[in-house]
């Protein structure tokens, strides 16, 4: 990331990604049927090329969605 506009991306494609796992939670659906849907297909190009697969950067926004509120 070299800029502003570049982070604020990053940022807005994290929390698409969020709110669309929360919605399939919210659903009933578990952790395997939200990978098995995809959330972050659309960004993959693009984002999931890195060290971080796009299962496991799910797999992660899963876990602090169910992680208990302090």
């Given at each position: ?14 929390l ?31 984002w ?23």
């Open positions: 990331m070299t800029n502003g506009a570049e982070v604020k991306t990053l940022r807005d494609m994290i698409t990604v969020r709110d669309r796992v929360q919605h399939l939670m919210d659903n009933g659906q578990t952790e395997r049927q939200v990978l098995a849907e995809h959330p972050a297909a659309e960004f993959d190009m693009r999931g090329q890195g060290r971080v697969t796009p299962g496991a950067f799910v797999h992660e926004i899963y876990i602090a969605l169910t992680a208990p509120k302090s």
